[in-house]
């Protein structure tokens, strides 16, 4: 049982030797209430919930609800301390200290032991707060007087917004449904305040690092560029407008209602999922979390004292929250990590909303901070808003990731926590390129922002002039401009950078964001709805291409020790060529009546290449049985990227009927160093005398073979690298969409000859790399870089 599991690893409470000891909020939760407690506890939020409804500022309302406290729970200090900007709490309403002390008296996060439930987010208890480590004496409120002392975090969002605390003169212990209460009345104080009632937005925003809100995180970059909007949390806490409710039984029905809906919705997830997926395994698992006893008698007791479905389940997901604080053991943290997601699920239920984006404010400029979340669920937020994207999780194959870079918006995965350090609508800073991501940015971070993005503007204007120019270089040589493509959403960008075709179609990426392998039909038709938006541009389309970093998460691929050098692309495609001739069977069928070209990856042998080859023959012999009309020409080309390839040319070159280079798997398989290391991820150049050479060999076989030769890895999209490449002798290059401005303005500035010799002359350099030569170059002849 979770409840349980997290209740033995939450760290009992630091009490001096021969007091009573402290009480967690652990302790409390799920507690049964005795009845005459509960009926006390409705009266006093039935009261609480005219206050709040009732007229007056909110400063008015605070000190309503403190006198309320004091009177209903017969306390003879009743205090809300408010969290101010620079980690202070500040004493913002009392009875029974001095009324002068009020917004006067602050304390730091950590300081006395109103600082210190703040810090650690955890409701306490003590007889006797004189003798706790933490006690400090402020003589201004003349609480001198008071021993014994219960608080609570006021939290919302995972951030504490400030504490609520009761005072005694006499040592006593206080009972666990009196703190039951103060944490339901905490969570009231707690709408209160992020309304901007007591404390404007602005400065609630500026809420520092006590608050567990760092303003800047760090995470690794899953896409650069740089975006500037307002943070959507795609695990938003929805708005609560009702707190307490008049009927519990009606609310346990609405509570039971939601809950079977949110089993249906995980259910039908579960039956589209494939067998043995790793999808399925989360599943299941999280539909276990979501029947967790413990976890649904702790919500219903919490609707039992009065509370709304919603503000129970939000009670119970503080308190976990506030333990998952407490807790190192990464297991256990992921594990209330799901419980967590599981409250906003059945949050959403109660709301009658099935999607997260559904009813969401979405700002223009949207940045949206997710734990992780499936690239379909990425595509339901408005595309025309979305400017970056912020994932707790997430790696370079995450789905989401995929698609996201086909949305050309930077990403940075792998940020700790962001989603409790980040507020809905908070002022965020995307940094792809830097690996960063600033909330609430001050308002030099945000000059300088500004600044960069005004100059990405510049150059982008700058690329959006020579869109329509002929890609020529500066003394007369035509080299043509591919796009790399993977997605339909990808295609419209044909248009408009100016492409001359699609040099790369990346076949997997469809079936990497699918939960199934896609049948004969689907494909096709996926595939000529591509060639329907290149319309007369050519699309190269790469046979499947997965294995190593590209998982399928419905195909089982053993675990390998080196999946670079793995089962992957053509290898699999020739031990399971049922497979690659069902890819074959949909290309051909899709182009019908207009050209088709296709390349293998990772080809190694030519006997590799010359058997993929022959899966082609099969299959257009098949379509003439079968009675399909066939496209009006098939070429079949060949990707270089094992370098066994380079000593085979003069035997491979006469077979293929074009040639294009994966400049990023032939470095990789080059050097000998893993493409997805960040170790060795600048330990090596593609603008080095061995990969020079090795491209140059490529070039000149492919020169006097006669075969049309192009390159699409991703050094083919950075200008200096193109530069060398045409330097070298490549006429077509295929990169990523926002890549064509920049190659293009380098190559209308660049003169080929003379590029031309001093690479000859560069040709015996050993040095480790020729960047630094080439960019002087390119410098000393006004190349645009
Ligand atoms: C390459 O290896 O350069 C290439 C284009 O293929 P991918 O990056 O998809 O492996
Ligand atoms: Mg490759």
Redesign the pocket.
């Known amino acids: 049982m979770i409840a349980g599991m997290a209740e033995t690893d939450v760290a009992p409470e630091n009490t001096p030797a021969g007091q009573p000891p402290g009480q967690s909020a652990g302790q409390f939760a799920g507690e049964k209430l005795p009845l005459d407690a509960i009926a006390d506890h409705r009266r006093l939020l039935a009261r609480l919930r005219d206050v709040m409804a009732g007229l007056g500022t909110g400063q008015q309302r605070l000190d309503k609800i403190v006198c309320l406290i004091a009177t209903e729970m017969k306390a003879e200090v009743c205090s809300c301390y408010i969290m101010r900007s620079g980690d202070m709490l500040e004493l913002f309403s009392t009875v029974g200290l001095n009324p002068s002390a009020v917004h006067k008296t602050r304390l730091r996060v950590g300081e006395g032991v109103v600082g210190d439930i703040a810090a650690r987010a955890r409701a306490t208890a003590m007889a006797n707060a004189r003798t706790h480590p933490n006690f400090a004496y402020r003589p201004e409120t003349g609480e001198d007087e008071f021993q014994s002392l219960a608080g609570v975090p006021i939290l919302r969002g995972g951030r504490v917004r400030g504490v609520l605390v009761i005072q005694h003169k006499q040592p006593r212990q206080y009972a666990e449904t009196e703190v039951e209460t103060l944490q339901t009345i905490a969570m009231v104080v707690a709408e209160l305040v992020a309304g901007g009632a007591l404390v404007s937005r602005q400065e609630l925003s500026n809420v520092g690092d006590a608050a567990l809100l760092p303003s800047r995180l760090g995470g690794v970059s899953l896409n650069g560029g740089l975006a500037i909007g307002q943070a959507v949390l795609h695990r938003h806490q929805l708005t609560i407008r009702d707190m307490v409710a008049d009927d519990p039984d009606a609310e346990l029905d609405r509570l039971r209602t939601a809950l079977a809906g949110m089993y249906g919705a995980i259910d039908e997830l579960l039956a589209t999922t494939a067998d043995g997926s790793e999808h399925r395994d989360i599943l299941e698992t999280y539909r276990m979390f979501a029947e967790d006893r413990g976890w649904l008698s702790r919500i219903r007791e919490a609707v039992k004292t009065g509370l709304t479905a919603e503000a129970a389940v939000i009670q119970v997901q503080n308190d976990t929250r506030a333990r998952m604080n407490q807790i190192a053991d990464s297991y256990i943290r992921e594990r209330l990590l799901d419980l967590d997601d599981l409250t906003n699920r059945l949050l959403r239920h109660l709301a009658g909303k099935k999607s997260a984006s559904e009813g969401v404010a979405m700002p223009d400029d949207m940045i949206l901070v997710a734990r992780t979340l499936g690239p379909a669920e990425l595509l339901d937020y408005d595309r025309a808003k979305l400017r970056g994207l912020v994932l707790e999780e997430g790696s370079a194959t995450s789905h989401v990731v995929i698609v996201a870079r086909a949305l050309n918006i930077p990403v940075v995965a792998q940020c700790t926590d962001a989603l409790n350090r980040v507020d809905p609508l908070d002022q965020m800073i995307v940094d792809g390129d830097n690996a960063q991501v600033f909330v609430r940015p001050s308002e030099d971070i945000k000059y300088v922002v500004a600044e960069s993005m005004r100059m990405m503007a510049m150059r982008e204007k700058l690329f959006a002039r020579v869109r329509g120019l002929p890609s020529v270089s500066h003394d007369g040589v035509p080299v043509s401009i591919q796009l790399n493509a993977g997605l339909l959403i990808d295609l419209p960008h044909l248009e408009d950078s100016g492409a001359d075709g699609i040099g ?1 179609y ?1 076949t997997e990426i469809p079936f990497m964001i699918r939960s199934s392998y896609p049948d004969v039909a689907t494909q096709t038709m996926l595939y000529a709805k591509v060639l329907e938006i290149a319309g007369d541009k050519a699309v190269v389309f790469r046979t499947l ?1 997965v294995g190593g970093d590209k998982k399928l998460s419905y195909f089982a691929v053993h675990e390998e020790a080196n999946p670079a050098l793995g089962w992957r692309a053509i290898r699999i495609g020739l031990d399971r060529p049922a497979m690659l001739r069902k890819q074959l069977r949909a290309l051909l069928r899709a182009a019908a009546g207009r050209p088709l070209s296709l390349m293998f ?1 990772m080809v190694a042998e030519v006997a590799e290449f010359r058997a993929a080859r022959e899966l082609v023959d099969m299959e257009i012999a098949r379509a003439a049985v079968d009675g399909y009309d066939g496209p009006v020409k098939v070429r079949v080309g060949v ?1 270089v ?1 094992v370098p066994a390839l380079l000593l085979q040319l003069p035997l491979l070159l006469p077979m293929v009927d074009f040639v294009s280079v ?5 470095a990789q398989y080059l050097f000998a160093y893993d493409r997805g290391n960040p170790q060795l991820a600048n330990r090596y150049d593609p603008l080095s005398p061995p990969m020079l050479a090795a491209l140059r060999l490529i070039v000149e076989q492919c020169e006097i073979f006669g075969v049309p030769l192009s390159i ?3 050094m083919a999209g950075r200008p200096l690298e193109a530069m060398a490449l045409v330097g070298i002798g490549f006429r077509s290059l295929s990169m990523s969409p926002p890549s064509v401005g920049p190659v293009k303005t380098m190559l209308r500035s660049l003169d080929v000859a003379r590029l031309r010799e001093y690479m000859v002359s560069l040709a015996r350099c050993s040095d480790h790399s020729l960047r630094d030569r080439l960019r002087a170059f390119a410098r000393d002849h006004a190349i645009i870089i």
């Open positions: 790369l990346r291409d990856p990707m990227e994966g400049s990023n798997d032939l699409c890895g991703e």
